[in-house]
């Protein structure tokens, strides 16, 4: 079966740094993206890993290492409104693509 | 751009009835859309992936009879919950990804909050 894994929970305070990881057991991998979801409202794109190595897109990085079924997202200069949750989701290529989303990592940003 | 319109936001049925919920990407023509469902605070469980013009794929575990879906067009496709009891009451999410794009980023709608009394 599938199965990925990230922290349920992190805490962090406004202007600091935190990481949230992710691993993953699965077939078919593709790529790795990052969601973010806040209370009542829908999942929004983060970033997406295809291949090994860091994508920078502003205050967000990802990273991935297909090697070690291991990828991150980190987020820089936190700001209130940035919790919320995060979901860390492979995409498979099994015939088709889908994409199969973890738990979920929900971060407080406290001031 | 990739604007996914989910149409109800929010609907409240009696036990026995059926809901139909409708996706449409309004922008970009999307072969194949996704439906999950997420229960308060959990994550978003995929339901089935459906292709436009044919049969939806179901995930293991999904009742196909339950949850019917259909992909007329490029730009729509619909999940209706048959005969819905009070277990089925969940958040449901659609999902579609430009053609061509492999799937990513996935473009969501707001969301579908079913309560069956």
């Known amino acids: 079966g599938q199965s990925l894994e990230q922290p349920s929970e992190v805490t962090a305070v406004e202007g600091a740094i935190v990481q949230i990881n992710c691993t993953y057991q699965?077939?078919?991998?593709?790529?790795l993206s990052w969601y973010q979801q806040h209370d009542g409202g829908a999942p929004t794109f983060l970033s997406y890993n295809g291949l090994d190595g860091l994508e920078e897109t502003g205050r967000f990085s990802s990273f991935l290492s297909r090697s070690d079924s291991y990828g991150y997202l980190l987020l820089q200069e936190l700001q209130m409104k940035d919790s919320a949750s995060y979901f860390c989701?492979?995409?498979?290529?099994?015939?088709?693509?889908?994409?199969?989303f973890g738990a979920g990592t929900r971060l407080f940003v406290k001031a | 751009g990739a604007v996914v319109s989910q149409h109800p936001s929010w609907v409240i049925c009696k036990s026995g009835t059926s809901v139909k919920i409708e996706c449409r990407s309004l922008?970009?023509?999307?072969?194949?859309m996704f439906w999950y469902r997420q229960f308060p605070k959990q994550s978003l469980m995929l339901m089935a992936t459906s292709n436009e013009g044919s049969k939806a794929t179901y995930e293991q575990g999904v009742e196909k009879d339950k949850f019917l879906i259909n992909h007329a067009s490029l730009t729509l496709s619909t999940l209706t919950v048959t005969s819905a009891h009070p277990e089925d009451s969940s958040f449901y999410i659609c999902s579609a990804v430009r053609e061509g794009r492999g799937n990513s980023p996935l473009h969501f709608g707001n969301g579908t909050r079913l309560t069956v009394t």
């Open positions: 989701a492979v995409i498979l290529n099994t015939g088709g693509f889908k994409t199969i």
């Open positions: 922008d970009f023509q999307a072969t194949t």
């Open positions: 699965t077939s078919g991998f593709y790529g």
